[in-house]
């Protein structure tokens, strides 16, 4: 079988399953595990390498406005490849190419691939998708293991999480520029976690937000964690910000509880590594618990003495 991948989380998920040579085409933004970089990309993002965060939000919400595609399809490339498999999806047109990008590359081929689209919402949808992707791909018996295995994670640290234990105040900003809180799986990551999501609602899509709205909700933790930025990114644009003086009154910047999270690899991509993220947010809610040093890497602190000396 020969499999195309257009979704980052799907690369992921089609290499925990064993699908490395069968793999012959990924995204731009397939970079995991770094092994996926040397397979062929036959599709690129319209959006300017070097754009600011701010001016990303205005150049999606033109693209938006006028019905056009953030991502251009090497139809050549593509055919060449001669894909049995496609997998993309259609939950997020800013974040991955759409069943609507492949429309017009697609309509030159002699014999059509099959197209798996993947729309999670939350936990359970993801999980499900790595069963589905395993059954298209004849993975069916690695893709149960992987899913067993992440039950296990997850069993193992719901048995640390003391029912009566008190639940944190938690807001995930998933964009700064403007502010976007985080939505579909994000919320039940945090509630999963032991905390409560104060701004997010489980299953429905990230949404713009005025900064009022955010100190009103008074979180005790805040997590920085833009859609596609690793850790030090996150921390480093936050950081960059200039934030009146009612933001610092919020008991989470008072308290020094404002971190950076590794956003690309364990909240963003709805595939197997979020597991890593919700044991990640269980080990800042709730310190004793244990934890794998991986989960533990994806959270990066940003001092009140830090943001004092970058403004």
Known sequence: MRIVSLLPSATEILFALGLEREIVGVSHECDFPPRARAKPVVIHSRMPHDAAPAEIDRLVSEYVHRGESLYAVDAEMLESLAPDLIVTQDLCHV???SPDDLATALARFERRPEVLCLNPQDLGDVWRDILWVGKESYRDSQ???LVKQIGARLGALERQLAPSADRPRVAF????QPFYVGGHWVPEMIHVAGGVDVL???RTPSFRLHLQAIVEAQP???LIAPCGYGAQQARDEYLSMDLPEQWNAMPAVRNGRVYAL????YFSRPGPRLVTGVEALAKLFHPAVEVAREAESA????SASARAASV
Do not use: M, Q, S, T
Not at 299 to 302: D, T
């Open 262 to 265: 590794e956003a690309n690899g």
């Open 299 to 302: 959270v990066l602190p940003i």
């Open 143 to 145: 893709a149960e293991a």
């Open 220 to 222: 005790d933790i805040l």
């Open 200 to 202: 997010g609602k489980a």
């Open 173 to 176: 900003l998933e964009w700064l």
């Open 95 to 97: 974040c991955a190419a």
